[in-house]
């Protein structure tokens, strides 16, 4: 049997944890009622709520694009917009999802590291009651961010009391949320709830889970009809106990936190072994499990050959390394070495 080698393109492409596979086994026994009216997911929906307080309503995915794009379906109608990072999943990676299913605009703020702030979302704040303009409704970030990056709780909290005195909401893409956690050392609900999140999209696939997504209305009375949204979104698991369970092993023993300081440990001995080569250049903070770097075109096409990841900006010759749960520090050796008979030094 071909064993395939871990490589440095994704956290996606990483396999699921065993003790993931491990809850999904146990649970597979017997009959329950379908569509997340059984004791799995109700023990799953409790745990969230411990993570990120009682208010907290939770419903299950099988996706990170729908739960962005349904997240906001709840508050957002046509003639609004959402602000984000010109870097944000939401206007880079889900081929118009919400452009598509919410008929809204996506407005994006530029920054060089991936976090956006007061100030730039400013830039979008006008027009407001102008029936000629779109209406900005929601304000998106990432967490930790698409370029590696980590957002401080008082610098969301700072945005969402900005947020807030202009009417509108906010919502966290937290498809790595784990590994911003782990890098700020901080409790879910820190930098969540308590700092003013409304809206979460919570993720685990990049971080040892299978499939399956959670969506947070941390703020209440944002949840009327949303049922019946999801359902007609396509994404009521009829078997929801197997999406559920795998959050049950997730949070038990902080198996979440186990991972991704794994994974964050990785990313910053990779950064480390690349620091000692004089053609490459780290650019951005190495803060969760992605390394972002600069060197040659021609190396990066031969690393590439042996441990796949992807480019991040061409024009400049800029590439993204990402580390996942099971990455090895063999791995990132054996990587180093490549760059080395490489006649780099």
């Not at 440095?8 to 026994?29: C, M, Q, R, W, Y």
């Not at 017997?30 to 939770?58: M, N, P, R």
């Not at 009651?129 to 969301?156: L, N, R």
Request: proline share 2%.
């Amino acid at each position: 049997m071909k064993i395939n080698k871990r490589g440095f393109a994704s956290d996606n492409n990483a396999g699921i944890h065993p003790e993931i596979l491990k809850e999904i086994a146990n649970v597979n026994t017997g009959h329950v009622v379908g569509y997340g009216a059984d004791i799995y997911t109700e023990s799953a929906i409790e745990l969230f709520k411990s993570q990120f307080g009682s208010q907290t309503e939770v419903f299950f995915v099988f996706t990170g694009t729908a739960a962005n794009v349904l997240g906001l379906s709840a508050v957002v109608r046509p003639w609004n917009s959402v602000i984000a990072s010109s870097t944000a999943h939401l206007e880079t990676d889900e081929c118009g999802a919400p452009e598509k299913f919410l008929g809204c605009k996506v407005l994006t703020v530029d920054t060089a590291d991936g976090r956006i702030d007061v100030d730039g979302i400013a830039r979008h704040m006008h027009g407001f009651d102008f029936e000629h303009h779109s209406q900005p409704k929601v304000i998106s970030i990432t967490q930790s961010t698409e370029m590696g990056t980590v957002y401080s709780a008082e610098a969301i909290r700072k945005i969402a009391d900005y947020v807030h005195s202009k009417g509108l909401l906010l919502h966290m893409d937290g498809s790595r949320i784990a590994n911003a956690a782990v890098s700020l050392g901080l409790p879910f609900k820190a930098f969540t709830t308590d700092a003013g999140v409304d809206i979460l999209s919570f993720g685990g696939t990049k971080n040892g889970m299978m499939s399956g997504e959670a969506i947070c209305f941390l703020k209440p009375g944002l949840t009327e009809n949303f049922k019946y949204m999801r359902k007609q979104g396509m994404q009521l698991a009829s078997k929801m106990r197997f999406i559920s369970a795998q959050y049950n092993a997730y949070f038990r023993n902080d198996l979440w936190k186990e991972c991704a300081s794994h994974a964050n440990a990785m990313a910053q001995l990779l950064a480390e072994k690349l620091k000692g080569f004089s053609q490459i250049r780290i650019t951005q903070e190495v803060q969760a499990n992605g390394v972002f770097v600069i060197m040659p075109k021609e190396l990066a096409e031969k690393l590439q050959k042996q441990y796949f990841f992807y480019p991040w900006n061409e024009a400049t010759s800029e590439y993204r390394l990402m580390t996942a749960w099971d990455t090895e520090a063999e791995d990132i050796e054996r990587f180093a070495e490549c760059i080395e008979n490489e006649g780099i030094r």
